[in-house]
């Protein structure tokens, strides 16, 4: 990059010795390379799982009837920025419902509704677990879905 060029200005490093980019209006936020690596796991870290857990479960992506995102991707990117950036898979685009902050929401009901912590009790019963790591090609699907891409199974 040259410092005389367009993007000169655009560029610094942060208290912490990392290099940054300013984006948005005025600079208003800024980006790394290790804020970027981040996204890329934490996206590639769903992506498989979701890929592992409807193969153990023998289930298409068309089979299923909604796909609940919560948290700050549920509650920070729509379904047409969650499929574009690969998080869930393109066949579900319709299906995917953003719900907040769940644990919160499912705390509540609990407290309101005792009765649901049993049901919570017995639906975790018949819970299987899938051990991601345990299967020969995670690596490789890992690394496969680090790509900021959609993607469908």
Do not use: C, W
């Amino acid at each position: 990059m040259s410092p005389d060029g367009p993007l000169a200005n655009a560029f610094f490093t942060g208290d912490d010795g990392v290099l940054r980019v300013r984006i948005g209006a005025e600079g208003a936020l800024t980006l790394s390379q290790l804020d970027v690596r981040s996204l890329q796991l934490a996206k590639a870290a769903v992506q498989v799982g979701i890929e592992q857990v409807l193969s153990a479960a023998g289930v298409s992506t068309r089979e299923l009837d909604a796909v609940y995102v919560a948290g700050a991707f549920g509650s920070g990117l729509s379904a047409a920025d969650i499929v574009e950036l690969g998080i869930v898979p393109a066949a579900a685009a319709e299906k995917v419902r953003a719900i907040g902050n769940a644990s919160l929401y499912g705390a509540l009901a609990a407290a309101v509704t005792p009765s649901l912590v049993d049901d919570a009790a017995r639906i975790a019963a018949q819970a299987v677990h899938v051990e991601l790591a345990a299967d020969s090609g995670f690596q490789h699907s890992l690394i496969s879905a680090l790509e900021l891409s959609e993607f469908d199974l």
